[in-house]
T-cell receptor
């Protein structure tokens, strides 16, 4: 069985400051890793994904994440946040491209002016 | 191109009513997933289709939940005799390699 832990349920940060949203996973097999963003009353939008290859993955809106196999982590980072980044962020894992996603409980990022 | 669409966007049901939630996937996507997202939680897997075949329904919480995709395109999630604990957002995703989500249907059972 696989699981995802998002260590922070809420992260407040000032505009233009850097941010890191933490994600740890557990799985007995190789996994694919994802970060999704959810704006109020909307579905999930893919930010970035790790399938294989380079452990540093760049996504949309200036976000990036680094896969660390030894620490079973996939933390999301952005060097300078904007007000518009305020949203709920979900880390997810799957065992294949046509397999179900297992999500963490989410991190609410609030960017303060 | 068009993304995944879901209807209705909002549904209020009285306890005991049956409801049907529709998902229109991205054209050509073979795989289709349904998830349930309770308030303040991450989505949880309900069921998975590959074309018209339902390959995994291990996440359906009870036999009141039923899903179908008869022609391998549009899918319907049906909940019979709704209960208050069924109140949640129901998300549909279609996939070629990556899952793309619809906006969800917010179900409130009174």
């Amino acid at each position: 069985a696989q699981s995802v832990t998002q260590l922070d349920s809420q992260v407040p940060v000032f505009e233009e400051a850097p941010v890191e949203l933490r994600c740890n996973y557990s799985s007995s097999v190789s996994v694919y890793l994802f970060w999704y963003v959810q704006y109020p009353n909307q579905g999930l939008q893919l930010l970035l994904k790790y399938l294989s290859g380079s452990t540093l993955v760049k996504g949309i809106n200036g976000f990036e994440a680094e896969f660390n196999k030894s620490q079973t982590s996939f933390h999301l980072r952005k060097p300078s946040v904007h007000i518009s980044d305020t949203a709920e962020y979900f880390c997810a894992v799957s065992e294949g491209s046509a397999r179900q996603l297992t999500f963490g409980s989410g991190t609410q990022l609030t960017v303060l002016p | 191109g068009a993304g995944v669409s879901q209807s209705p966007r909002y549904k209020v049901a009285k306890r005991g009513q049956d409801v049907a939630l529709r998902c229109d996937p991205i054209s050509g996507h073979v795989s289709l997933f349904w998830y349930q997202q309770a308030l303040g939680q991450g989505p949880e897997f309900l069921t998975y289709f590959q074309n018209e075949a339902q390959l995994d329904k291990s996440g359906l919480p009870s036999d009141r939940f039923f899903a179908e995709r008869p022609e391998g395109s549009v899918s319907t999630l049906k909940i019979q005799r709704t209960q208050q604990e069924d109140s949640a957002v129901y998300l549909c995703a279609s996939s070629h390699e990556t899952q793309y989500f619809g906006p969800g249907t917010r179900l409130l059972v009174l």
